[in-house]
T-cell receptor
Framework: SAVISQKPSRDICQRGTSLTIQCQVD?????MFWYRQQPGQSLTLIAT?????????ESGFVIDKFPISRPNLTFSTLTVSNLSPEDSSIYLC????????????FGPGTRLLVL | AQSVTQLGSHVSVSEGALVLLRCNYS??????LFWYVQYPNQGLQLLLK??????LVKGINGFEAEFKKSETSFHLTKPSAHMSDAAEYFC????????????FGTGTRLLVSP
């Protein structure tokens, strides 16, 4: 399985600002995913990020609020824009999920608190 | 649409007792099924997976799960609970949509008492 790191591990942000989360993988991967885990809840897929193409967003998530970059096969960023307290969550990236590599492996998550 | 139902948001057991965490799925096509564990302040760790091979799947830390198509279930069991098993457990189903999209259950928190 891939080794996945995320930065920052946690942050406290003010309302109206933005936070960019980095996800780094120790090997080249085709697909990367971003999830949100709201307090006490399960994981919800935000978007799928493939290198060289625009991210694909799930229903209820928009690019203006959650812009994603995928500049190469080992790295991706998720920005959470115009923060509000409702954005306080854990944000996780994962890799895998492609043909022949059905299992997704997760990073440690970024814990965001918006005041 | 695919979905997963985890019965019981909290399950409490004594150390040494049997652990049973329930998961039922809904899928219009043969599913892949996963159990993940999340320890406090950590990400998700894969416990085990079913990908249409053996119906009884063994995972890490002594956990296993049995795929029962007739019951649309994939319950997670461990014969003897340890204090270190206390965590949140998530069942997930994935279906090919150009990639393996994961749909998670709501999670079950396992509490282990001495």
């Amino acid at each position: 399985s891939a080794v996945i790191s995320q930065k920052p591990s946690r942050d406290i942000c003010q309302r109206g600002t933005s936070l960019t989360i980095q996800c780094q993988v120790d090997s080249q991967v085709t697909m990367m995913f971003w999830y949100r885990q709201q307090p006490g809840q399960s994981l919800t897929l935000i978007a799928t990020a493939n290198q060289g193409s625009e991210a694909t967003y799930e229903s209820g998530f928009v690019i203006d609020k959650f812009p994603i970059s995928r500049p190469n096969l080992t790295f991706s960023t998720l920005t959470v824009s115009n923060l509000s307290p409702e954005d306080s969550s854990i944000y996780l990236c994962s890799v895998g999920g492609s043909k022949g590599k059905e299992t997704q492996y997760f990073g440690p998550g970024t814990r965001l608190l918006v005041l | 649409a695919q979905s997963v139902t985890q019965l019981g948001s909290h399950v409490s057991v004594s150390e040494g007792a049997l652990v049973l965490l329930r998961c039922n799925y809904s899928s219009s096509v043969p599913p892949y099924l996963f159990w993940y564990v999340q320890y406090p302040n950590q990400g998700l760790q894969l416990l085990l997976k079913y990908t249409s091979a053996a119906t009884l799947v063994k995972g890490i830390n002594g956990f296993e799960a049995e795929f029962k198509k007739s019951e649309t279930s994939f319950h997670l069991t461990k014969p003897s609970a340890h204090m270190s098993d206390a965590a949140e457990y998530f069942c997930a189903v994935s279906v090919w949509t150009g990639f393996q999209k994961l749909v998670f259950g709501t999670g079950t928190r396992l509490l282990v008492s001495p």
